[in-house]
Structures are given as C-alpha cells and as structure tokens.
C-alpha cells in the first residue's frame, strides 16, 4: 500500500458552523483525484471507534442534498500578501521601488528548506515574465526583475546575502534614459528593533550592498497583473473574488491573482515611484511618516505610498491596506497577514499598537496563512424544520466507500428554532478552541509532541492529507516556516483533527471535537433533550443566550475565550445559571474573533502560560481587538474565578482516578454521590487513558479566585511521571520544589472536583479533567462517573434552591 | 540549490558545536552504561514491551512509571530529528498499523514501509527497537 493509497481523498468545509433549522448552509468539497462521491447528512451520536466502547454512532438524516456528487479538485491557495488592483499608474518605465523589509527566511526557512525566490513589490506577471519588481533570489539577494516578455528579462542583485531577522532599507530603481539600474540594501538595526534578531551587526559589509548597472533591454512591458507586495502574479485572474466579511470595506468583488513567489517576513512604507529617484530622494521617501512631508517635487514623483500605520488606531484587524499616496491606490490584506507588529522604528517605549502605531507600521507576511480556501461551492443545504438540534455532518464517501482514505464528514452544529429552546440542557460547542487545535500537524513535525504524550504519534488518512497540504493553513499549536507561531486560524477551510473517528496526536486516544463527542453521546442515552450551541452564538448573543437555559455544559476543553464570552458566563453564573464545567484547562488563552468574521480567530500567546510558542517582543496585543492578548490570568480573569479551579498540571498519556474528599459527605453535598460508596474509588476506566482524570488537570486554589464557600468533592491521585507541572507557576525550576516542578511527587498534580453555589440559586459543578468524559460510557453507561453527572445534573435542572 | 549562505569563517557557533558535543557527553555518560550490559539491556526491553505507551493508574498501586535508565533512553530516543523518523500509520483501523517514516517538513511524503503490526502497542514497541539499534550503530555498540 503506498502513501497515496492511504492518504485522505476527500474533504470540505461549511460556509458557517452555527445553524437553525431554515437557514441555509454550503459545502465546498475538494477530490483529490476528481472521483465522484456520495453525501450523506448524519448525525453524530459518539466519535469514538474504540472496540473497547460502545463504538461509532451515526444517524443517516433523509435531505435533499443526500446523493451522489462530481468530484472536483479545488486548491487552495495559500501565503498572505498585499493586493492592489492592476492600474495603468503603476505601469511605468522608470521607476523606484523601496520599502523597509525584514526577512525571516532569505534562504532556507527553519528546517533549512530552500525557499526560493520570494517577492516583495512586484508588477510581475510570472507566467509571461512581464513587468518588474523587487525580490529576494534563491541566495538570499535583493534582485531586480525587469522583464518585456518571452523569457526576455533581465535581473540585478545586490550580490550580498540579506540576514535573518534584520530590519533593511532596500530599494530600486530603473532609469528608462540612460538604461542606469540601482540597487540597494543597507541593514536599519537599532538596540531593539529586531525583536530576537541580533543587534551588533558587524562587519556590515557582510551584508550592506549598493549597486549600480546599465540595461540595454529596455523599460518593463506594461503587465495586466496586480500590484502585489510579499509576492508575485502567477495568473492575474484565479476565479475567485473576496467582498463582505472580512472584506466589508469593498464595495465591488475584486478577483483574486493566483500568486507565486511568496515571501515570509515584514515589509513596512513600501512605495512606488515613477523615476529613478536619487539616494538622497529615497532616504526623504523611506524617512518621512507622511508623503504630505515631502517636497512637492518628489510628492510628484510618487505612484503608491502604502502608510500600513494608517488604519490601526483601534484593531489591527482590517483588510484595507491604506495609499497615502496622490492616487489613493489603496490595496487589500489576502490570507490575513498579521498587523500590529512592531516595524523598523520599535523603540520599545511602547508594547500596544494602539498607544503608538507609528512604531507598529509593519505587516507580517507567511507563506502558508490561509484565510479562507475560497473553493467553489459544491452543494447548499436548507436545514429541515425537523431537524432537531444536535451535532450533524455531512458524510462524503468517494464511490460511496467507507474505507478510511474515502471517508470524510463535514460537521455542522444545529440550534434550537429562533423561537426558544427545545431543551433545559444547552452544550456550548467549543468552536473556537477547535480553531486553535485546527489542523495542527504535530505528528509530522513536532519533535516535542512525542515527550509531551510518551508515544510516537499515529498516523490517520487525514493526517497524510494534510502534510502534503502544508496544514491547508495551520493552527496555534505550530508555527510557520519562518519560525514564528501561527496566530490567526480561520474554519473556512478544512480542519481535518476536527473529524468522527479522529484519533489526536495529543492524547492516547482522542482530544477536542470527538472527545466531546462521549459527552454528546451519554446524554443522548441517557434520555436528556440537550440544545446545541457554539461560541460564535455565546460571543453574539451573551447571557441572553445562556440565561434560557437552566443548566449550561461545556466539554471536555473549552480553552480559548472571548471577552464577549467570559463575561456571557460571569453573568449567567451571577443570574442563576447552573454551570457544569467538565473539563480542564478552560477559559485559559484570550481567543478574539476577527469583528467581522466569526469564523476567524486570533490568538497571541505571550511570555507566559502553557504554550506553543512565544509571541516577539511588543507584540502582546491582539489585532482583532488591540486589547492584550495571552492568558485570561493576566488580563485578572483567572479561570478559576469562573469555574472554581486553575490548570495546575498535565501529562497527555495513561489517566488515573478520583477519591472523594470529606465535603462530599456535607448535608450540602451528599446528594450528587448517592449509589457512590465513600471509599469507592471514582472513575478508574475510561476511554481517554483509562481514567476519569487525566491529559490536564484543574485544582481549586483560594489564592486564585476558587470561592470561599466551594467545596471539595473529589480529588485525583497517582498521577504518572509524564504529567508536568504547567509554566505560568514556575517561578524557579528547582528539584523537589512543587510548583513549577515534575508531575509526579507533587500535591499540585491533581484533579479537583468542585461545587459552589452562586447567586440567584445558581451553582458551578467542576470535575477538573479533561478525560472525564471519556469514562461515562463505561460497563453500559452504569459506572460512578455516570452516577455523579447523572445525579449532579438531574439536581441542577430541578428549580428552586440546591440542598 | 540555494543554502543558507557562509558569510564569515565556518565557526563552532554556526555548527552548533556547544549543543552537540554536551549532547554527546550526556549519552556517553548516563545512556551508553546501560546498554553496553546486555543483561541490563535486555531488561530494559522487556521493560519497553510490557507498556510501550505507559499504563492507566489504578488504586492500590503506585503509578506505573518507566524505570529512570528507561525513561532515560526513551526521552533521548523520541527527540531524534524529525527527518527520516519512525512513525506509525493506521492502515486498517484497530487491527493493522504499518510502520511510516517522517519527512520532517510539511509538503513532504510520509513513507510507508511494508512493516506491519497487529496492534499500536507491538508498533510502538518495534519502533522503540529501530531507534535503539540506530543509537547503538551510531556508538558502534554490538546490538
């Protein structure tokens, strides 16, 4: 069997993820191999394949849209860039190009991967080798391209090699007279404006360059591609257009290039002139903060001059790539490049944007960000009046097989009718730290992720899929080529860890969408009407949302949160909700949603916290708010504020179990563990790890915000040597001291189930683990775990004051 | 092919020399002893084999931990570069798991080879033994 046999054939994305019955939702699906395939709309009842549970559960729901389909193969095209609409201004024949620039990968990116020729201001049309435009060469050299067609085109470098992480001033010219060709780059570094790059640069002749040649070929052939900065035009018309959303400022669709030669770095005051300007007229055009500064003379001179500081006084979160120039040729951000960065004149006076956005003038640009995969729709379903509120997909089989390399769902969530809530019981789906796990790629390219689990990771179709697709965009559990994290994930593409049958590199068995789905499935055999909700409905909607239902649930890791959500359950809580968290590690990262695409999320991890990666100097804040992004903890809404404990540990591997504690037997209390022996150890089965504690672990902690009158239910125990503690308590790494330290050994490494009542006669029921859910179906679904949700939940929905 | 380009002599610092030769101490001193004994390292074996991937806790008894000589090795053996490593495929879910190797970058191909085992446990294990034997070639070691 080879590795094209076994990788995932199929796949697609919803236009939305929330959905009532009446509204429409669309399906894009790609084919690898343009092979037809049969759709069929399912209910997801339980995700887990695990011989040793109940097994896959699935509803095949009769819809107009059930039936066989034409294949098509549908790319995505992927690496963040800068677009101005082809305009006859920019078509010149003598010309200066210049820009600061910082370049993050000149030559290799940081598996010492050749990157090749990667574009910075172009007017390039690849394909007819027409136009011109600044790049990077295969050596890392700043290059001039002019070309007038058919392989007839010339290149100038500047014969040095341009370094990583350091701020440039690089430039061009062309003069059509005289055939005079100039290129430049001198390194700009400062104490503090290379983030971690280095600052003593010496000698600088290693890499400052100023060149002069003479052409004879000619000017550039007038190219109908667009502008584009950070890369090249492959095809000046893909086919696809972007408006709405997060593209509300366009008026009109505007087409999309197929690009090339796509960059990874920052770029900053870009402008185009229309003669070749002098050394001195540059250094005043790259110098000035504001074209308005200059002399009239060369203001005349100018084509485009690109103020990315412009915009940014609030979020750095718009698509509108502002010209201060005189023609107004304003352009736009495809793939969200990544605004509110610190440029070439970081001081480091200032860590916000929005306190000086002078000093925040950079975007920056990587080659595999996807916004959104903008493939054409392949089929539109109006959800049925009758289609009860639940976790639905639509299951795409390639000639209608179910081997695991045809199979493929699409998962959706359907809401209760806009007229009310069919149930007392809502579980809020946990969409955006779905987002943040998003297609995360670990198993091939993470050396850590093998220690953090204790197992070499298992390799599924979707996961060789996905390696060939470089991560159809990532998530925030990687970085980039270039090194930096990845901060901005969008759903509007395949996620492909977000899948039934999914088994996930970070846990023995599963992690985030499947494993809620072990919640979804007791509840429905339990016998419980449950509505379902996800965060983009809680981030709009609030505590009117919420406060419909008696008795909120959340699963097994809702990690990331907004603002808008964190005070949605602040007030639920303090109105009487009845919260149950069954989960770890929750409400933990600030997760803000882009203002005008939900389905876009952003995420800024900073100095500290349980990470993947760190944010670079000054770059605390989000684009999408301008608020400072990182741990809730920080900004003063530590978790356990909201849900009576703190992440405190975790080990992604082998679980352990629960004894209960002394408050369990209070008047106040007793009721939630009736058929629970005193002595009876809770959960030591399961299917995540074989345990009902495990992967992270939350403890109660008065210091943190746990509430005075909580009470210990149950704590975890014999926690193995792969569970760690978590980061953001290490103060010093010592041996034998007990925050900060080893897993095992350790008090802090436990799961503490929480009770605590609120105002209004509401309560927050908290188990502290994220493999809770995972044990519920043990022995028939009549085991402890199930004994205590059960008899904790049939408790919460019943009115008037709890015991 | 473009590569990151010299632009001065070719130091200790540009090769990284600090990290590998510590590295290399480090092995010598609290890896090598155990292996070198092949009782001990036999024991160590049956040791990977009992639980590849760890074990779930249970009351009554400690945590079933790794030995220190074994949790040793394994952590050294996992950090290998992600290039040419050994990973497992699912070929036939719950009864079929072939034995992969990494590309160690995205877009590359993950190769599968024609081993199979039965279950994730026999192919971890395996796998355990493929970079065991490596570690040992690379010391010139006699497996």
Redesign the interface.
Known sequence: MTTQQMMLRITGYTDRCSVRPGDEIGFHVHSEFEEPYQVDIVRLIHGDTNPEGPGFKEKVVRTPVNGRYRGQHQPVHAGSYLMVPADSRLDVESFTLCAYAYPTTPTVDCEYVPVGMQALLTKWNAKTDTGYGLFINEAGELTLRIGRGRRRLVEYSTRKPLFRKVWYRVGASYDATSGEVRIWQIPHVTITNGGHGMSMLHPHEDTAASVRYRSSLGPPRATDAPFLMAASTLVPKSGRSVQGAHYAQLAAPVELPEHTHKYNGRIERPRVANRALSAAEVELLLAASSVQQLPGELREAIVGAWDFSANIAENAASTHIVDAGPHGLHGIAVNMPVRGVTGFNWSSDYMSFRHAPQEYGAIHFHDESVDDARWEPSFRLKIPASMKSGVYAARLRVNGSSDPDCEDYIPFFVRPPADGPTAKIAFVVAMHSYLAYANDNLSVNSVIAQLLTGQVPLLQPGDLLLNKERGYGLGTYTSYRDGWGVNISSRLRPILNMRPKYIHVLSPSLWQFNADLHLVDWLFEMGYDVDILVDEDVQREGVALLKQYPVVLTGHHPEYMSEQQMQAYHDYQHQGGRFMYLAANGFYWICQPHPDNPNIVEVRKGDNGTRAWTISPGEYCNAFDGKHGGLWRVRGRVMSKLLGVTFTAFGLTYSSYYRRAPDSELPECRWMFKGIGRNEPIGNFGLVGGGAAGLELDRYDLELGTPHRAYLLAHSEGHSDMFVSVTEESTFNARGIIPGSLGDNNPRTRADIVYYKTPNDGAVFSVGSMSWCGSLSHNGYDNNVSRLMKNALDGFLKPGPLP | ?????K??PDTALARDYGYTTVDDYDIRTYILPALRDPVRRAELIAEHRAH????????GS????HSPDL?RL??RL??V???GK??????I??QE??I?I???????????TRERHAT?ED??HA?FLHRLRALMDRYGLAY
Not at chain 2, 1 to 5: L, P
């Open positions: 092919m473009a590569t990151r380009r632009t001065g590849p991937r760890g074990a779930a806790s249970q009351p400690p945590p079933p931990n949790k394994i952590d996992r950090v570069p992600q290039a050994h990973t497992i495929v699912e070929t879910p719950w798991y072939a992969g990494l590309p160690g970058r995205r877009g590359g191909v993950v190769k599968i994730r192919a971890e796998i």
